[in-house]
């Protein structure tokens, strides 16, 4: 006889196993209608979850449900019927089932997010500690961890796409790079926004898609343009792409990318120029019926930093009478850096240093500016380490003296590189700030009494405002920047210059009408789904004097706020909202190399047979390991 409750008959709910008087319940009605299975936990005392989940799921039924119930009584359960040895079985079943499940997903994370070979699974010293652990457990075959990582993305895709569909309110910022190893290549997007009420930065990885052929312009925008839509991102929600110099990068965005919208000074002006600046170019060009548009195209700062330190640095030299100093005291610097890859060679140097050497890599120049640091900091047991190495150089003082003026001369430089590649708290409003007090911090270096590179200030200087001549100038094609700039509390008016009373004007009315013009088109919003015949009579004049007062007020009150904490701005609701829109960009495509620095793990020599889709995968669910 089934002394099970009515609920649990098998008419709404049918128990799958039972453990003591806990019972785990399949939704009769979920089967019905082909949904995902659900299994909803209970007792045979306790039904409320059965009835929370009708309510919940099916509505519409829950009447019918309820007067099934109260239609078909039960009795208690009896002991003995929890007692046969066939409960004793399920009961057995129920831990194991939760058990194995839970080992399933812990070894995936393990996986993943430690970047290690799908064979791990495979290895009888692992199968050993799980084993060892517990016996009823089974090691999850690598099929089904190949299977149990395709769900675990397609899952973690679908929870982005659905979050970009339900937060179109929101401002995208992106960055790409093109990743290549020997035999392959990647292109890298990732995704990032400011999120509304607590302001913190968000980010997540869009993509590490497999890129085949050259990397011409076109398919570049071809497929950055694919992946945007995978995730439903418009060019309204997607404000810009952060790239490097690249050229190919440059060229897709001057043929596919949106123009740049300058932000008027006017009130009631839009204009559009196009901007042929070499740094900046943004151009808006159909293509076919088809028409699809990339983001705005801003490029990395650091990179053009990077360019600064490295190119235009070698350039001065081969001018300079500092070449001469420059090239002998890096080159033995670089014969203790290759000696420092040799086992023997790092032992000796370990045993005199107490520490292993940093040595330059060559995409990152502040790796150099950190390796040339720290020989420095063991300036006195150099010549013993090229003594004990057997090298037929010793460190001159000049050698000494000139790198350690270098290190001065390019520490500014270096500073700014780690500020602005920083993985929080660095928004778009920084960028403006961080270069008119890095071209203090040059000028300042004239105060010093070099020796070696004295002659090298003036020079590195002019490369920095060509180089950065928008932003110095305060053209109005940055006037996004400059915004973002003023509506940052830590900033506000303060990085100009006290002399440029002019410009501290223009920038000021510039922020007066951008939030006179964003305040006009929220009260139009707010007031038209109410206004009635009654209203209809609306003076411009009028609505333009309130908006001017509301604006000037505000934007005052903000900029004479001593406060430079960011949550000031939950006292100005007009430049909270427009803080949010302008500091979305970011100065660094920093992100995507970050992604770039792991999928070099993932794609380690004793793992290049992945697929394509297997390694974009692991990328990706590393580089979302929040939102898995």
Known sequence: MDHRPAVLNGTYFEVVVEKNENVLARCMLC???KREEKHISGSYKHTSNFRTHVKRIYSGKLEEFEQFVKSHSSTKVKNKHLGTPKQKKLKLDFNNISKQQLLDTNIMNYIVNNMKPLSTVENDD?????HDLDSDVKIISRRKLTKNIGEEYESTVNTMKLFFQ???QIYVCTTADIWSTKHRSFLGITGHWIEPNTLELRGCVLACRRFIGIHSFDKIADLMADIFSEFNLTCDQVISTITDNGSNFVKAFKEFGLKLKIVSEESDEEDEEEDDNQELTFVHIGHDSNTF??????????HTLSLLATTDFNNILKTSTTNRYHHPAIAKCSSLWNMSRKPKSSEIISNILNCSLLFPIITRWNSLFN???QLLKYRDKLNTLTKELDLKFHFKEVDIDYLSEYVQLMKPIAIVLDHLQGETNVYYGNLIPTLFSLRIRIQLLKEHNFRYAANLIDPLLKSLKKRFKLFYDLSPEVNEAILASCFHPAFKLR???ENNE????RIQNLCINTVEKFVMETSVIDTSAEADEDDFFVFSSQEQTKADSKANLEVIQFFNDKNKSLSILNNYVAIKKLFVKFNTNLCSSAPVERLFSFAGFINCATRRNLSDQNFEKLVFLKGNKSYS
């Open 31 to 33: 089967k019905v209608d």
């Open 126 to 130: 692992f199968k050993k500690i799980i």
């Open 166 to 168: 339900k937060n179109k």
């Open 293 to 302: 548009l990339l983001p705005y195209h801003l490029r990395c700062a650091s």
């Open 371 to 373: 390796s040339v640091s």
């Open 495 to 497: 990085w100009i210059p």
């Open 502 to 505: 002019v410009e501290k004007k």
